[in-house]
């Protein structure tokens, strides 16, 4: 990314309001809070390479988006394409994130790097008090241990990203920091209201007629 892009210390969204219980249960319900998610698959059984070789050569090899459906929500939307409980991959994770009108994540950090493919829309990150903008087609690169929140600066339209990250090599060797420094908003904002998150996959960042 130029370095004009950078700009210290980036506006932070407002507190979130009230803590009332649904928030509180649609919270807990949000796909990184849930306690019972599988990060490594579990190695065990009979020590049989070929065995294994014959399973993975089993598992079907593209993962079809319509039988993947969007989580979370109501601002920021997550549909996990392929994570170790899935059985092909033990070392990374990918994922598609959807950014509504004006909608921000969550602020946190943890040890492994990421990188947000954007596939259309304009927004910037904070990682480490430091402003980062991307438009469709950048590569934003979350380094190590970096405290990070991604923005849709955008108001009027949303921001879409493919995310493939090495969380789970990291954790299989013990690398277990993360943490959480701002919750995600869960309170439908001006900008946002009436947003419904695009399940179709278009070529998003893709001009009709080709470049």
Known sequence: MDDDS?????????????????LEEKRASLYHNKK?????????????????????????????????????????????YVEPKDGITQTFHMHLEEYAPGASSQKHGHVNEAAFYILDGDGYEIHDGIRYDWHA?????????CVHQHFN?????????????TKPMYLFLNMLFQKQVKERPLE???????????EIEEDLNHPKGGY
């Not at 087609?137 to 241990?145: E, L, M, P, Q």
């Not at 904002?189 to 009436?194: L, R």
């Open 153 to 165: 600066a955008s108001t009027t339209k949303p921001a879409r990203a493919l995310v493939i990250k």
């Open 137 to 145: 087609g950048d590569i934003a690169i979350v380094h190590n241990n």
């Open 188 to 198: 439908v904002t001006p900008e946002a209201e009436g947003f419904t998150v695009r």
């Open 6 to 22: 950078r700009v210290t210390k980036g506006a932070q969204p407002g507190s979130m309001g009230h803590n009332s219980e649904a």
């Open 36 to 80: 019972d998610r599988v990060f490594v698959r579990g190695i065990q059984g009979e020590y049989n390479v070929q065995q294994e070789l014959d399973r993975l050569r089993a598992v079907p090899r593209v993962r079809k988006a319509k039988e993947t459906a969007f989580i979370d929500g109501p601002l920021c939307f997550s549909r996990h």
